[in-house]
């Protein structure tokens, strides 16, 4: 089950990320237009990535995360893309990362909507959320694309960012 496939796309694969994502997992986290907005450091070296895998308990806890993107031709890791449960705000956020080299394709957009329709159809969430730096033009658009609506600002990483959020309307 551990590189089953948690959902599919017309192009992408989305699975769980497992510790041998870690050389990837890699590279994409040490790519400083990746993380610019990110808040997040990179990671030292290859076995820290294994070891964060290693211990990445959010699908066995929650049963949601962030999965590894897949392009379904040739079987490209692209980056992750996912749910994940923030106890401290009892909210689901939506989150994404991927390789420049697949910027400006739809990659990010067509995992997020999966994500998102995954989150109301299989937990029945009542909302997710998504936040972003306001510099981060290219991820607000992917949140519009999903139909995230801006809420208002909101302070997160030490910057200025805004609050975008989704209703669940299948419910």
């Given amino acids: 089950m551990e590189n089953s496939i948690i ?33 997040d450091d990179p990671f030292e070296s290859i076995v820290a990535a294994e070891r964060f895998l290693a211990n990445y308990k959010d699908y066995e806890k929650h049963g ?7 392009r379904k031709q040739a079987g490209v890791w692209l980056g992750w893309c996912g749910l994940k449960y923030m106890p ?3 909210e689901v956020d939506l989150g994404y990362r991927l390789h420049q080299r697949h910027w400006g394709k ?17 937990f029945h969430y009542p909302f997710i959320v998504g936040r972003v730096v306001q510099e981060n033009t290219g991820s607000i658009k992917v949140l519009e694309k999903c139909g995230l609506r801006l809420i208002g600002a909101k302070s997160f990483h030490g910057a200025e960012g805004l609050y975008y959020r989704i209703d669940n309307h299948l419910k």
């Avoid at 739809?106 to 299989?122: D, N, Q, R, S």
């Fill in 7 to 39: 959902m599919e796309t017309e192009r992408l694969y989305l699975r769980q990320m497992t510790v041998a994502d870690a050389a990837n997992a890699y590279e994409l986290n040490s790519d400083p237009g990746v993380i610019r907005f990110t808040g």
């Fill in 64 to 70: 949601v995360g962030r999965w590894a993107v897949i």
């Fill in 106 to 122: 739809g990659y990010a957009t067509e995992a997020a909507i999966a994500c998102v329709a995954f989150g109301f159809k299989e």
């Fill in 88 to 90: 401290e705000t009892d």
